[in-house]
Nanobody
Framework: QVQLLESGGGLVQAGVSLRLSCAAS????????MGWFRQAPGKEREFVAA????????YYADSMLGRFTISRDNAKNTVYLQINSLKPEDTAVYYC?????????????????????WGQGTQVTVSS
């Protein structure tokens, strides 16, 4: 069982950067692949990025390339999402997720159904 708690969201102005954190409970964090998703008002949840258990492999949604960086610190049981040059369209609830399966191709890692555990989400609101 893994419990996830996101933090770092807030109300910010366009152009600034944020680093979201997702702290995981349990001693097996390093065995889980992790993902970040987001859901904007009135829209479906969309994939942002994923990282393998070791941190050696990463995927990003095409629309997230360049401004988003996923990373993890297994010693701290934490995964991060750095977002630079925030835009109003980045406004959403950001969720982290953990999956115990083998890190696969992006087609699998970008599916919400691949993941076993989810956090409650952290709200990011970007004003113009």
């Amino acid at each position: 069982q893994v419990q996830l708690l996101e933090s770092g969201g807030g109300l910010v102005q366009a152009g600034v950067s944020l680093r979201l954190s997702c702290a995981a409970s349990g001693r097996t964090f390093s065995s889980y692949a992790m993902g970040w998703f987001r859901q904007a008002p009135g829209k479906e949840r969309e994939f942002v990025a994923a990282i393998s258990s070791s941190g050696g492999s990463r995927y990003y949604a095409d629309s997230m390339l360049g401004r988003f960086t996923i990373s993890r610190d297994n010693a701290k049981n934490t995964v991060y999402l750095q977002i630079n040059s925030l835009k109003p369209e980045d406004t959403a609830v950001y969720y982290c997720a953990a999956g115990g399966g083998t890190f696969q191709a992006m087609a699998s890692m970008s599916r919400a159904g691949w993941y076993d555990y989810w956090g409650q989400g952290t709200q990011v609101t970007v004003s113009s």
